[in-house]
């Protein structure tokens, strides 16, 4: 079986790619977004490429390692077929931009700029052209995938990737669209359109492989065809469009002037560009010697990255990154906040941390001062003591305990005749009498070495 | 000679004559000749009106524009909003365009009103003025024969003087050639000079928008207000606005280098050259150097010009679908629209491309290398506009015999660069121009050379 | 008979073809030309879109000149031939 996609994704840009009007489609009213341009009005003629829409397709296509095409005319080209929701009746599409690159151990053939046509409602017969116009990127891969597992691993690792960016409309139902191809052992290769998300592709892949197999399996032929995702019953359909098959008849938009990258542009994007989520994965596991599994939820946001990569150089990275991976993101995931978002500064974090790290504070002491810190941020030191956290005298924790059994005899009495889960009373008991500033591995340790004596 | 419009706009700014007054002539010319001669398709209603606000605005002491009171006809395929562009087609017959061309915003901002729409042959696709859906125009030079084409209701109004001025379409020759057949002046501009917002397209590559007026000074006129960058649009020079009347007033081309071709006189009929012969030996006289110049390859240029111009305006086409506005263009257009729709959708497939479609282009290159270097030697190239006389209306001509009137004008679109034509003479009474051809943004000289020659015709 | 009209204007569209073929054929080869001038790079900054109103107004005629369309402004073209 081999499954290969083709990535639409909208860029967040605010003017369209080829004329002046917004690209936020989805606010406003049908063709509210419009001018004769966008909407193929006689006559009409493109102003030139949307600068920013380059830079990001250039930016993204570096971000999945590929070859940018330099030195060479890249032109825009008219790819011309007959549907409702081309307004001209041809897509202005680039030849590719940058190609080889690879995701995941899925090979990625080329990267190229389009334009979306309008929004076509086949049900009812309707076309709202704001959408027109709004400039994307195409990421077309090798048929490198094998299950519709691995389309959807592979779909959710590029959606990370392209928003790690920041420069891609944010997903909001439709920003990224997919054709899926897929072709089994024994049959021609189908193409499934109308693709919204992820779920989809894999819903899709799934349908077409059982009605695939079932056809082979009768004896039937699986022809070459493009076929359309119906989403709301998970199903495919044929599409039957012998003119979806024409050709193209690519010719250079004689109305747009060919594009030339360079070198030199290459080297300042790759410069100002933020480091791909996975390759900075890798390199957290490289360099810090981190677990893989909290060095993926360290790049789950740049911002997140950013903060452990400071952190780390002052404190063991180990620990630093068993903090980030579970309780900082517990805090920031039950305080709805995202990495962004923290205000306490680094050196607090790391304060804290190397508190911890020397043993001044227990675990669930310095849990608890993180809570506070990522509400209301100050000095861990000063918070300690404001939340009357000081490490316990071990004297002081020798008497808490001595008093607790003291006036718990009855439980004592129990754990003395087995009952194990007495000990957990009277530790907590402990707890209460030391204000929880004793650490309860060092309470249990204590409680039962006087309860030894005891028996 | 060639005072027509400049004494016209002196009229207009000492107030002997009103901008109403002008557009109200025209109307009336109009109603009067157009139904005979057929060069307009829509006439502006609001013209009036329009004129009514100029001489408000200009009572109150506003500064007037360029072409202030002039009554001035626009193409069918140029957007103005408002009235139809139909391109002379029942594909957008009933298309009221929805916004300005830029050119049309340019002539509004100096104060010249839009009389009304011209007749062309549809689609642009013709060179006589006989495929328009709206009925055949006539030539008023010479009656009973075609006007040329395709900007033909531009070359009849000006030649009937219907109006002032006229703006047409030049993909091929479409306004140096009904400029020729009519007797009146018209210029192909430098592309990438004029915007082209708003045309509708028949060769992207190889169109301009230029002037069709009585004389030199009007052409140059009307230029200069729709000529200069403009940037809501991709593919323009990136050049500054420049005055050509002003370069006209005792235009002198003393010393001028003339190129003429010997090819030309291979191509074109002997009574027509004979007419340019003699305009050559002007030139000479006014002091101009005559200089031979070699275009080997200047036939080539025609059956390469149709491949390309046919592959562009498949493209340019699928825009009509019906959907939008209008009707699906294969479902009403006429022959020869479709013929070049089929022509170019044949060799733009995958397996012909390469044979037909590229090779057109790498002829192109050839084309092009030759006339730069003839332009290297002289300032510009002068000859015959067409190869043949205008045939009477109604004669029947294959397709080939009807792209023959094309092969002397063609060269310079396929180039880039510009052409004008100014009239040179007449045979039996039938009007023949001679084409000035010059370098890339060599309006200047073209523009000098025809006015000096229109001077002492 | 639409048939016979487009087969003999096929025909006819080819006698060019074929003749451009013919005065082609000593010709070198060269580079294509596409564009009368060729420049490079030509872009448009991203930033402030276009104002409403001149969208409102372009919208206007726009919807009056559809062929049909619905209450809210959308375009009404055929339903697709593959909709269950």
């Given at each position: 079986m081999m499954v290969g996609l083709e990535v639409h994704q909208q860029l967040a840009t605010e003017r369209k790619m080829y004329c002046d009007c917004p690209t936020n489609y989805q606010d406003v009213p049908p063709n509210t977004n419009v001018c004769p341009i966008c909407t193929g009005m006689p006559g009409s003629k493109p102003?030139?490429?949307?600068?920013?829409?380059?830079?990001?397709?250039?930016?993204?296509a570096l971000m999945l390692g590929c070859k940018v095409v330099v030195d060479k005319p890249t032109y825009i080209q008219r790819k011309h077929y007959d549907y409702p929701d081309l307004p001209s009746g041809y897509q202005r599409t680039s030849l590719p931009i940058a190609v080889d690159g690879e995701l995941q151990g899925v090979r990625i053939r080329e990267v190229h700029l389009e334009e979306d046509p309008g929004q076509y409602d086949p049900t009812v017969g309707s076309v709202d052209f704001n959408r027109s116009?709004?400039?994307?990127?195409?990421?077309?891969?090798?048929?490198?995938?094998?299950?519709?597992?691995?389309?959807?691993?592979?779909?959710?690792?590029?959606?990370?990737?392209?928003?790690?960016?920041?420069?891609?409309?944010?997903?909001?139902?439709?920003?990224?669209?997919?054709?899926?191809?897929?072709?089994?052992?024994?049959?021609?290769?189908?193409?499934?359109?109308?693709?919204?998300?992820?779920?989809?592709?894999?819903?899709?892949?799934?349908?077409?492989?059982?009605?695939?197999?079932?056809?082979?399996?009768?004896?039937?032929?699986?022809v070459r065809e493009t076929r359309a995702y119906l989403e709301s019953q998970m199903i495919t359909t044929s599409m039957r469009l012998k003119e979806m098959e024409e050709d193209y008849r690519y010719i250079p938009d004689p109305d747009i002037f060919p594009l030339v990258i360079d070198d030199a542009k290459v080297q300042k994007i790759r410069e100002q560009m933020v480091e791909p989520p996975h390759l900075r994965e890798q390199r957290l596991v490289e360099h810090y010697g981190i677990q893989q599994a909290a060095a993926n939820v360290i790049v789950s946001e740049r911002k997140f990255a950013d903060l452990f990569e400071e952190v780390a150089k002052e404190v063991d990275p180990k620990l630093a990154?068993?903090?980030?991976?579970?309780?900082?993101?517990?805090?920031?995931?039950?305080?709805?906040?995202?990495?962004?978002?923290?205000?306490?500064?680094?050196?607090?974090?790391?304060?804290?941390?190397?508190?911890?790290?020397?043993?001044?504070?227990?675990?669930?002491?310095?849990?608890?001062?993180?809570?506070?810190?990522?509400?209301?941020?100050?000095?861990?030191?000063?918070?300690?003591?404001?939340?009357?956290?000081?490490?316990?005298?071990w004297g002081d924790l020798e008497l808490a305990v001595k008093e607790a059994i003291r006036r718990n005899q009855k439980a004592v009495k129990d754990y003395l005749a087995g009952r194990k889960e007495a000990l957990n009373f009277i530790a907590g008991k402990v707890m209460e009498l030391t204000g929880g500033r004793a650490d309860p591995r060092k309470i249990l340790k204590l409680l039962r070495a006087e309860l030894l004596k005891k028996s | 000679m060639g005072e027509v419009t400049k004494a016209k706009l002196d009229q207009l700014r000492s107030g002997e004559l009103s901008p109403v007054e002008n557009v109200r002539r025209a109307l009336e010319r109009i109603s009067k000749l157009n139904p005979k001669i057929n060069a307009f398709i829509e006439v502006n209603n609001g013209a009036v009106a329009q004129a009514e606000a100029l001489e408000r605005k200009l009572k109150r002491g506003k500064r007037a524009g360029k072409l202030a009171g002039l009554a001035i006809g626009i193409k069918s395929n140029i957007n103005v909003n408002g009235l139809r562009a139909t391109c002379a087609s029942r594909t957008l017959e009933d298309y009221v365009a929805a916004?300005?061309?830029?050119?049309?915003?340019?002539?509004?901002?100096?104060?010249?009103?839009?009389?009304?729409?011209?007749?062309?042959?549809?689609?642009?696709?013709?060179?006589?003025?006989?495929?328009?859906?709206?009925?055949?125009?006539?030539?008023?030079?010479?009656?009973?024969?075609?006007?040329?084409?395709?900007?033909?209701?531009?070359?009849?109004?000006?030649?009937?003087?219907?109006?002032?001025?006229?703006?047409?379409?030049?993909?091929?020759?479409?306004?140096?050639?009904?400029?020729?057949?009519?007797?009146?002046?018209?210029?192909?501009?430098?592309?990438?000079?004029?915007?082209?917002?708003?045309?509708?397209?028949?060769?992207?590559s190889l169109e301009q928008i230029g002037p069709i007026?009585?004389?030199?000074?009007?052409?140059?006129?009307?230029?200069?207000?729709?000529?200069?960058?403009?940037?809501?649009?991709?593919?323009?020079?990136?050049?500054?606005?420049?005055?050509?009347?002003?370069?006209?007033?005792?235009?002198?081309?003393?010393?001028?280098?003339?190129?003429?071709?010997?090819?030309?006189?291979?191509?074109?009929?002997?009574?027509?050259?004979?007419?340019?012969?003699?305009?050559?030996?002007?030139?000479?006289?006014?002091?101009?150097?005559?200089?031979?110049?070699?275009?080997?390859?200047?036939?080539?240029?025609?059956?390469a010009y149709y491949l390309i111009v046919s592959v562009e305006f498949f493209s340019a086409t699928r825009k009509f679908d019906g959907r939008k506005y209008g009707k699906r263009i294969e479902d009403v257009c006429g022959d020869e629209v479709l013929r070049r729709i089929l022509r170019g959708r044949y060799i733009s497939q995958k397996e012909y491309r390469g044979k037909y479609y590229q090779r057109a282009l790498q002829v192109r290159t050839i084309i092009r290398r030759e006339l730069m270097a003839a332009l290297e030697k002289v300032d510009v190239i002068v000859g015959p506009t067409v190869p043949k006389l205008p045939h009477k209306l109604g004669t029947k001509l294959t397709p080939m015999e009807m792209y023959a009137y094309d092969y002397l004008t063609i060269p310079a679109n396929l180039a880039g660069i510009c052409g004008g034509v100014v009239k040179a003479g007449e045979v039996d009474g039938v009007p023949v121009g001679m084409q000035v051809q010059g370098k890339v943004l060599g309006e200047e000289q073209v523009l000098r050379v025809m006015r000096a020659f229109e001077a002492v015709s | 008979m639409a048939e016979e009209r487009q087969k003999e204007i096929e025909r006819s569209a080819e006698e060019i073809v074929e003749s451009f073929v013919k005065a082609a054929e000593g010709l070198p080869s060269e580079r294509e030309m596409y564009y009368s001038q060729e420049a490079y790079n030509v872009v448009r900054p991203d930033g402030k879109p276009s104002s409403s109103e001149e969208r409102t107004k372009f919208r206007k005629r726009f919807i009056k000149i559809m062929p049909a369309k619905d209450e809210d402004g959308n375009l009404r073209v055929e339903v697709a031939k593959w909709v269950k």
């Open positions: 102003l030139s490429p949307n600068e920013k829409a380059v830079d990001a397709a250039i930016e993204l116009g709004v400039p994307l990127v195409e990421i077309v891969t090798e048929p490198d995938m094998r299950s519709p597992e691995d389309a959807r691993r592979f779909l959710r690792q590029l959606i990370r990737v392209l928003e790690f960016t920041g420069k891609v409309r944010p997903e909001a139902g439709g920003a990224m669209r997919t054709d899926v191809n897929i072709s089994l052992e024994g049959g021609a290769r189908v193409e499934v359109k109308n693709i919204n998300s992820v779920k989809g592709a894999y819903k899709a892949l799934k349908f077409e492989i059982t009605r695939q197999k079932a056809k082979l399996g009768r004896g039937e032929a699986v990154a068993m903090w980030f991976r579970t309780k900082l993101k517990k805090v920031l995931n039950y305080m709805k906040l995202s990495a962004a978002a923290i205000k306490f500064t680094p050196k607090q974090l790391i304060t804290l941390l190397q508190m911890i790290q020397h043993n001044k504070v227990t675990p669930e002491q310095g849990e608890l001062v993180l809570r506070e810190l990522v509400k209301k941020p100050a000095d861990p030191k000063e918070l300690v003591q404001r939340l009357g956290l000081e490490r316990i005298e | 916004y300005d061309a830029e050119v049309v915003k340019r002539v509004l901002a100096e104060d010249g009103i839009i009389i009304g729409v011209n007749n062309m042959d549809e689609f642009a696709c013709g060179s006589s003025g006989e495929t328009s859906a709206f009925g055949v125009t006539d030539n008023p030079a010479a009656p009973g024969r075609i006007p040329g084409g395709s900007s033909s209701g531009g070359g009849a109004a000006i030649a009937s003087g219907m109006c002032d001025l006229c703006l047409g379409t030049d993909t091929g020759g479409s306004i140096r050639n009904p400029a020729s057949h009519c007797g009146v002046v018209g210029v192909k501009p430098t592309y990438g000079l004029v915007p082209r917002q708003g045309l509708i397209d028949l060769g992207m007026a009585s004389d030199v000074y009007g052409a140059a006129l009307l230029l200069e207000v729709i000529a200069g960058k403009n940037l809501n649009e991709s593919v323009m020079l990136d050049v500054p606005k420049v005055s050509y009347v002003d370069k006209l007033d005792g235009a002198d081309i003393k010393g001028m280098k003339i190129g003429i071709s010997p090819q030309f006189a291979e191509i074109t009929d002997l009574a027509v050259m004979d007419v340019i012969d003699k305009s050559i030996e002007t030139l000479r006289d006014l002091g101009a150097e005559i200089v031979n110049v070699e275009l080997p390859h200047i036939e080539e240029a025609m059956p | -």
